[in-house]
């Protein structure tokens, strides 16, 4: 167990609707991380937050948004879906003290788009 | 910007013996850190050994060894008396000491098959 948490784990939904995702990182950790990761394929950074502020953006499409919580639990918001949404939805979290850490991943959560 | 490469798609090992997995990247950093991740059929992330590239020793984790190579920017790992339960995705991972995301870069991943 990782110690991050990612609700729901499967989530299965229609095109153009909206869903939101949730991460509880571990404790003490101040950073989360989204990835997406598509059939067979490796995974593509999306968003980063650091104690409630955006810190680095990837390949986010703009009918995606993302916030953390002050208590730094951190939601993925997907609007608009398209059936290419469809897609393992990683959080990870790290403590990103002065020395680089490893991201400790939650169990995903699986987006089906019918 | 980074980029990492696994050249093998896919992999097959028999039980028991040993397996090597290619990675390469590309960086203009001089200081960095260097994963390998596993993804098993239950798709969790496992993190499976780092290393930070100055050091010279290889890492280690118990069967899985790592031949680091930085002039040839390469980040071989292997798996030594590969068990049934190290079939998996694997993927090769590098991040720079700052601590934005984008600066953790993923490769696209080595299928490995374990026959029994």
């Known amino acids: 167990d990782s110690g991050v948490t990612q609700t729901p784990k499967h989530l299965i939904t229609a095109t153009g609707q909206r869903v939101t995702l949730r991460c509880s990182p571990r404790?003490?950790?101040?950073?989360v991380y989204w990835y997406q990761q598509s059939l067979d394929q490796g995974l593509q950074f999306l968003i980063q937050y650091y104690n409630g502020e955006e810190r680095a953006k990837g390949n986010i499409l703009e009918r995606f948004s993302a916030q953390q919580f002050p208590d730094l639990h951190s939601e993925l918001n997907l609007s608009s879906l398209e059936l290419g949404d469809s897609a393992l939805y990683f959080c990870?979290?790290?403590?990103?003290?002065?020395?680089?850490?490893?991201?400790?991943f939650g169990s995903g959560t699986q987006l089906s788009v019918l | 910007a980074q980029t990492v490469t696994q050249s093998q798609p896919e992999m097959s090992v028999q039980e028991a013996e040993t397996v090597t997995l290619s990675c390469t990247y590309d960086?203009?950093?001089?200081?960095?850190?260097l994963f390998w991740y596993k993804q098993p059929p239950s798709r969790q992330m496992i993190l499976v050994i780092r290393?930070?590239?100055?050091?010279?020793q290889n890492a280690t984790e118990n069967r899985f060894s790592v031949n680091f190579q930085k002039a040839a920017k390469s980040f071989s790992l292997k798996i030594s008396d590969s068990q049934l339960g190290d079939a998996a995705m694997y993927f090769c991972?590098?991040?720079?000491?700052?601590?934005?995301?984008?600066?953790?870069?993923f490769g696209p991943g080595t299928r490995l098959s374990v026959l029994p």
């Open positions: 290393q930070e590239a100055y050091k010279q």
């Open positions: 991972a590098y991040r720079t000491l700052d601590n934005y995301g984008q600066n953790f870069v």
């Open positions: 990870a979290s790290s403590v990103d003290g002065t020395a680089p850490e490893k991201l400790f």
């Open positions: 404790s003490g950790d101040l950073s």
């Open positions: 960086t203009s950093e001089s200081d960095y850190y």
